[in-house]
């Protein structure tokens, strides 16, 4: 179904039924960095308050995948994870993908809003991510700033050549 960019979006808590819409929206947004839908499912299921999906008249046409992580380290890609660290130092960012017609909506805004939101009701001081595809600049104006971490090198590049890691401070 076609969906208006005139029409409202909100952002809803993910459920196991929207996964064949996150995985096609990966797939379409994020050619260059497939992830198995076994990624998706690990972790809604290691922290479904942490993974939200955008509608439009009833679509699912975005996702966000978050969980606390460890400071300063990044899963790699297309991992399934045993469990989340217990020592999570930061609230990590795995994803946020909008089609095409939910990107110029706020959509992207507003997600990162209530995630910092959850992130500091949890105890969280920090938010953490790998931005790819040229999304610095649009990181930076949520607040994030990229930080150089030699160790975090290798793990970037399976990512892409120009991938980053950034962090944004909470409070």
């Known amino acids: 179904m076609m969906t208006s960019l005139h029409s409202p979006t909100h952002w809803r808590l993910m459920g196991e039924d929207d996964l ?3 995985s096609a929206i990966a797939k379409d947004v994020h050619p260059d960095f497939p992830e198995d839908d076994a990624v998706f499912l690990n972790r809604l299921a290691l922290h479904a308050k942490g993974a939200y999906v955008l509608e439009v008249e009833n679509s699912v046409v975005g996702y966000a995948i978050t969980h606390p992580w460890k400071n300063f380290d990044i899963p790699a890609l297309n991992t399934v994870l045993a469990a989340l660290p217990q020592q ?4 990590y960012i795995h994803d946020i993908a909008l ?3 939910a990107r110029g909506t706020g959509a992207a805004g507003r997600i990162v809003s209530i995630l910092a939101r959850h992130a500091m009701e949890l105890g969280f001081k920090t938010l953490s991510l790998v931005a790819v ?5 649009f990181w930076q104006k949520q607040g994030f700033e990229i930080i150089e971490q030699p160790n975090l090198e290798p793990k970037l590049k399976t990512y892409s050549d120009d991938a980053c890691f950034m962090l944004r401070q909470l409070g």
């Open 88 to 91: 999570s130092g930061t609230y």
């Open 99 to 101: 089609l095409d017609t």
């Open 20 to 22: 064949a819409s996150v």
């Open 133 to 137: 595809n040229g999304s610095s600049g």
